[in-house]
């Protein structure tokens, strides 16, 4: 066969909304040969997982193919049938998810949910379905090549019962069940942990070399694509901006919008540039303790009582002004230790000690008096603000909680409130959903510092936005650390954000600190092996990313 | 699993003491000397004080509580004044026909409601959507006694396809009695000729009883199921070819199912309430009926009894309900 196993061409695509149509797609031209690996790079709402389930017929049901086609192996797909796509869907065209949490259904177990689509696959090849054993030999088979332990035993269990690693190697499985000729790959790191990435996308990678397969992947983290895709496609607001090899892209890439994401992508070799250096007028007298937790400790119970320690006897002071990180995987406690460093989870045993007085047997009235100093900021934006309170509300809240202003001077401290977050000051009349992320992230820092609070706690405030936002966020936030003299705790699971910004950092495994020192000092000697793990697979991604960057820096 | 399902019965038991003793306060607190009740209109201060000795009304609350709780224990329920009975054995005696109507109205409910549920969310907004949606809407905003009136003229009065009201007509003889439900009884009897007619009985009162509840659950149903058809696992289970029909009827209906379980689950407990007027429309000889005639006449402790009766029976669904919550995810079994 010669021609292209995937041909999109002048590819527009309406998607009907209660406004009329929003154009989501834009002359896409597209081909895919045969072994190729491609990389879609590009921010969350570019159109890039629309148009790979364009490609599966799985596209929004709203939508509305304007012009151009879809070519599969020299077959227009735009206008298939359902019983023509049950022919292509997982056997020749496969797809793997996101997010592996709920890309499984919770009620079946793995090896039903991997038989069903064998037998699908069986039906819609018309040669009848095989026997229960047959298909649980080969689902244990798929379950062994993506390199999962003990198949036999896996067979039977539940999504909930595996990991996130575990369960995208399912979702791998699945998708590998029909022998596909195309594979394509929807953010298939996105959700993991940094280690569980590295070996997602070794898998990957040694998969498209034992199967020659044929990969179409999309990511908004550029290190992945860089790892997997020898060519990639740019999109940017409906369009691919930028096509090529992907070495040529990362060493020179020619559009705007490739040059800018790239300059965003944060490097875990370089050495932090400390965009703000210590404010000379700062407070440098007074270099104390602003928070300092004893012996931390938190337990949970379940109701068939057994115990989980999630933070097991955690030291740890932070010194005022400065930014404190603390980086691991999910499941190492980080969120907790967060959330009770404000009292927002009991701690089972330990003290929290904030500003020179023990606030852990605090209640009432002085613990909520307590808390007009410290603040919090979470991790999604989206979900953090009240979808029916506009962002007047939403930051005048803790005002109206904590003070006893009257509503003009509310008003007045709002508007200079979003003046600090450099937002417009009409934006108080908005709703959240007429907001991007970064802004809806910038909101919810409005909403953290509107109390003059003297610890902010943040929790991974960048994981949920794009990369050009996160930078954006990561700047503002150093410079209003000094405009306004915060401490901030900045709890993150991206070393390289993590190096970029703070003084001082903790390393979290399973609910105790393995390993803690200066950042730089972290990165550069490395003494527990986590943290190399941690820095080593981080830098898998982040190296293939920043090859534009001059050799010097590492 | 195992523990679960111990835990469950552990519940079911101090709900019931809770019951028990809400009853007793509810009695206690209700205004009015029941002696005087018992005693009648006529009686003597002499009459009144032999009754209240004889029923042990002398005695101090604390105290009367624990001869009650004493007496449920060992299933003693009292008297029944009017019938001089032990109202256990008349609650079992009635009960069976009030359970054989729920259950068919249940059935029914479950059985036409989940299906319309799953056809208007797959075909949201579409015509089978908007006629389920009036078809639920009345049917919870129907009064029963109404609607019962309005079948029993339409179908048995005026078209004359079934019987207008009761069990079985007094010339037929009841089968042999194994569990008192007659379409399970006539059935073992071998006696089709019976069950035929019962059912028919059945017809009218179950339909009236089932509607309002067939609504909700059609709605929780609907809503669930537009829900989960949106979810990531059902767009991942169309990008691996498996089939629409398994995707709706098997993968989405499992994930819909509980929260409707739920609703089934508090329906019972409507449904055994309403039987009361149902009952009384269709002259139908269960517990409801049995409770409103002994209301009327004064005679309490067949009020408790069909009381207590209800609860038991609420409680046990739901705990049925929640083991069905386990079988179905097995998230919950670890809990």
């Not at chain 1, 021609?3 to 031209?29: A, C, E, M, S």
């Not at chain 1, 049901?61 to 049938?81: E, M, N």
């Not at chain 1, 983290?221 to 790892?227: F, P």
């Not at chain 2, 006529?42 to 042990?56: F, K, L, Q, S």
Request: with cysteine; proline share 5%; glycine share 8%.
């Amino acid at each position: 066969m010669t021609g292209p196993l995937l041909n999109i061409q002048n590819y527009r695509l309406d998607i009907g909304t209660f406004d009329g149509p929003v154009h989501v797609l834009k002359d896409i031209n597209l081909t895919v040969n045969r072994g190729d690996t491609l990389g879609i790079v590009g921010e969350s709402g570019s159109g890039k997982t629309v148009l790979v389930r364009s490609v599966l017929g799985i596209g929004p049901k709203a939508s509305k193919v304007v012009q151009g086609s879809i070519a599969f192996d020299g077959q227009d797909i735009t206008a298939l049938s359902e019983k023509d796509w049950t022919k292509i869907r997982g056997i020749r065209i496969s797809m793997i998810f996101q997010d592996p949490m709920t890309y499984l259904n919770p009620l079946f177990t793995i090896g039903q949910q991997i038989s069903d689509v064998i037998t699908a696959h069986e039906k819609a090849a018309g040669k009848g379905v095989s026997s229960k054993a047959a298909r649980r030999a080969r689902t244990e088979d798929l379950l062994d090549q993506v390199g999962l332990p003990n198949p036999a035993m896996l067979f039977d269990q539940y999504p909930h019962q595996l990991s996130g690693g575990m369960r995208q190697r399912v979702l791998i499985a699945m998708a590998l069940s029909g022998k596909p000729d195309l594979l394509i790959a929807d953010e298939p790191t996105t959700a993991l942990d940094v280690t569980v990435q590295a070996q997602v996308l070794d898998l990957i990678n040694s998969l498209v070399e034992k199967l020659n397969l044929t990969v179409i992947m999309i990511s908004h983290d550029i290190g992945a694509i860089a790892t997997i895709a020898k060519r990639c496609a740019v999109m940017y607001k409906g369009e691919i901006v930028e096509q090529g090899l992907t070495a040529d892209i990362l060493s020179a890439p020619k559009h705007e919008y490739t040059k800018r994401l790239l300059a965003a992508v944060p490097d875990i070799d370089t050495a932090a540039a400390k965009v703000v250096a210590e404010p000379a007028i700062g407070t440098p007298v007074k270099p104390g303790v602003l928070l300092e937790a004893i012996d931390l400790k938190k337990v949970y119970r379940s109701q068939s009582g057994t115990e989980v320690t999630a933070v097991d006897g955690i030291n740890l002071s932070v010194a005022t002004g400065e930014i404190f990180g603390v980086v691991g995987e999910s499941g190492s406690g980080k969120s907790t230790l967060a959330r009770m460093l404000l009292r927002l989870i009991e701690p089972t045993s330990g003290d929290i000690i904030f500003d020179g007085r023990n606030i852990s047997g605090l209640t009432g009235e002085p613990m909520r008096l307590m808390r007009r100093h410290m603040q919090f900021v979470f991790q999604n934006p989206h979900s953090a603000l009240n979808g029916r309170h506009t962002i007047g509300d939403a930051i005048g809240e803790p005002l109206r909680i904590q003070t006893s202003m009257g509503r003009r001077d509310i008003e007045a401290r709002v508007e200079a409130l979003l003046d600090i977050v450099q937002l417009p000051k009409m934006f108080k009349y908005r709703y959240p959903h007429e907001l991007s992320g970064g802004q809806k992230q910038r909101i919810c820092i409005a909403r953290a510092i509107a109390l003059n609070p003297r610890l902010l706690i943040l929790d991974e405030p960048t994981s949920a936005l794009d990369i050009s936002v996160q930078a954006q966020v990561l700047d503002f936030l150093q410079e209003l650390r000094a405009e306004l003299d915060l401490t901030y705790v900045f709890i993150s699971h991206n070393l390289a954000v993590i190096r970029q910004i703070c003084d001082r950092t903790i390393v979290m495994k399973r609910g105790v600190i393995v390993e803690q020192g200066e950042t730089e000092r972290l990165f550069l000697s490395p003494q527990h092996e986590y943290t190399r793990a941690l820095i080593e697979s981080g830098r898998k991604t982040s190296r293939a990313a920043n090859l534009s960057a001059p050799a010097g820096s590492r | 699993m195992l523990t679960f399902a111990f835990r469950k019965v552990l519940t079911l038991v101090g709900t019931m003491i809770g019951i028990a003793a809400l009853t007793f306060v509810i009695t206690n607190v209700a205004p009015g000397d029941p002696a005087r009740l018992v005693a009648g209109p006529n009686a003597t201060e002499d009459m009144v004080a032999t009754i209240r000795t004889e029923y042990g009304l002398d005695k101090s609350l604390p105290e009367q509580f624990v001869v009650y709780m004493g007496d449920l224990v060992t299933g003693d329920l009292g008297q029944s004044i009017v019938t001089t009975r032990p109202v256990l054995e008349e609650v079992l005696r009635y009960a069976p026909a009030t359970l054989e109507l729920v259950f068919v109205a249940m059935t029914l409910g479950i059985v036409v409601g989940v299906p319309l549920g799953m056809l208007s969310a797959v075909y949201k907004d579409g015509p089978i959507d908007h006629a389920t949606r009036i078809f639920s809407i009345s049917g919870v905003a129907l009064p029963a006694f109404w609607f019962g009136i309005i079948l029993q003229l339409t179908f048995a009065v005026d078209l004359g396809w079934l019987p207008v009201s009761g069990r079985l007509p007094l010339v037929t003889r009841p089968p042999q009695t194994i569990t008192g439900l007659l379409l399970v009884d006539s059935l073992f009897a071998g006696r089709l000729d019976t069950f035929w007619i019962s059912l028919r009985h059945i017809i009218l009162p179950a339909i009236v009883l089932s509607f309002p509840c067939l609504a909700s659950i059609l709605r929780v149903n609907r809503a669930e199921m537009i829900e989960v058809l949106q979810s990531d696992y059902i767009v991942a289970a169309r990008a691996h070819g498996i089939a629409s029909f398994r995707i709706v009827a098997i993968y989405a209906l499992k994930n819909a199912l509980l929260p409707t379980l739920a609703m089934i689950g508090l329906r019972f407990g409507w449904m055994l309430g309403s039987t009361v007027l149902v009952e009384t429309v269709f002259d139908w000889p269960g517990i409801g009926l049995y409770a409103v005639s002994s209301a009327l006449s004064s005679d309490f402790k067949p009020v408790i009894g069909v009381t207590l009766v209800i609860g038991f029976f609420f409680i046990v669904a739901n705990t049925l309900v929640d083991l069905a919550y386990a079988w179905i995810d097995p998230r919950l079994r670890s809990a």
